[in-house]
């Protein structure tokens, strides 16, 4: 059985090559010292949302947006952790699976539909658009989520949300200040499927896989080194 999570399908939108490697093969890209900073906000961010959710109260982040939190913790917690999160999206033709955690989720005022909810930490606002950059770089990870809601049994918005925050100003003792922006993106489920298919398809081919791809430093760097 093939298992996808939203990050494989990052690394197969960003060169099908590095992900047929790794996933037929073995072969991971390099991977250098991973900053403990994001993980740190990761929980920080939980933390500070769930407080809300314990008291039953509407995070000022989330106001003017029609939401309230989903109010389960306890099965919140359990699709937070990748080991544990049943949440899932089967594909009917080939039996393959797209699953992995949520950092939350989002429902209706009347909690009978459902959005999902990510955060996402950077070191300043990117370029472009906030609404184009994350439909750009992060709405095939908003769209999986979606896809697993919906399959488990959770009606879904035709939406979902990010909550980026970045750091502004240090003060005294050294308190950091964020921005902190709200995100609506507009889901596309049948491109993600797509995606995910392709990538499928990708790995029923295990003795010949897909090129180099000329964009990717990972693949570029290997060729420099006599790879192929």
Same mark, same amino acid.
């Given at each position: 059985?093939?298992?996808?999570?939203?990050?494989?399908?990052?690394?197969?939108?960003?060169?099908?090559?590095?992900?047929?490697?790794?996933?037929?093969?073995?072969?991971?890209?390099?991977?250098?010292?991973?900053?403990?900073?994001?993980?740190?906000?990761?929980?920080?961010?939980?933390?500070?949302?769930?407080?809300?959710?314990?008291?039953?109260?509407?995070?000022?982040?989330?106001?003017?947006?029609?939401?309230?939190?989903?109010?389960?913790?306890?099965?919140?917690?359990?699709?937070?952790?990748?080991?544990?999160?049943?949440? /899932?999206?089967?594909?009917?033709? !080939?039996? =393959?699976?797209?699953?992995? #955690? @949520?950092?939350?989720?989002?429902?209706?005022?009347? $909690?009978?539909?459902?959005?999902?909810?990510?955060?996402?930490?950077?070191?300043?606002?990117?370029?472009?658009?906030?609404?184009?950059?994350?439909?750009?770089?992060?709405?095939?990870?908003?769209?999986?989520?979606?896809?697993?809601?919906?399959?488990?049994?959770?009606?879904?918005?035709?939406?979902?949300?990010?909550?980026?925050?970045?750091?502004?100003?240090?003060?005294?003792?050294?308190?950091?200040?964020?921005?902190?922006?709200?995100?609506?993106? /507009?889901?596309?489920?049948?491109? !993600?499927? =797509?995606?995910?298919?392709? #990538? @499928?398809?990708?790995?029923?081919?295990?003795?010949? $896989?897909?090129?180099?791809?000329?964009?990717?430093?990972?693949?570029?760097?290997?060729?420099?080194?006599?790879?192929?």
């Amino acid at each position: 059985m093939i298992k996808l999570s939203p990050s494989a399908l990052s690394t197969f939108k960003d060169c099908p090559r590095c992900f047929w490697l790794e996933k037929i093969q073995g072969i991971k890209r390099p991977r250098g010292i991973f900053p403990s900073l994001p993980g740190g906000m990761d929980g920080v961010i939980k933390n500070y949302f769930d407080v809300h959710r314990l008291r039953g109260t509407l995070p000022p982040e989330l106001k003017g947006h029609n939401v309230h939190l989903f109010d389960d913790q306890g099965k919140l917690n359990k699709w937070r952790n990748w080991r544990a999160c049943d949440l /899932k999206y089967t594909d009917i033709e !080939t039996g =393959a699976v797209l699953s992995g #955690a @949520v950092d939350d989720v989002l429902t209706n005022p009347r $909690g009978t539909s459902f959005m999902p909810f990510d955060y996402k930490t950077r070191g300043s606002a990117p370029k472009e658009a906030l609404e184009d950059y994350t439909r750009k770089y992060y709405g095939h990870q908003i769209d999986s989520y979606a896809l697993m809601l919906q399959a488990s049994g959770y009606p879904v918005e035709d939406h979902g949300y990010f909550a980026y925050y970045w750091p502004e100003i240090v003060e005294a003792k050294g308190a950091v200040l964020f921005h902190v922006s709200m995100v609506k993106v /507009k889901l596309d489920l049948k491109a !993600t499927v =797509a995606m995910f298919l392709s #990538a @499928v398809e990708v790995l029923s081919h295990p003795t010949n $896989g897909p090129q180099s791809s000329p964009s990717c430093e990972y693949c570029n760097f290997h060729a420099s080194r006599g790879g192929n």
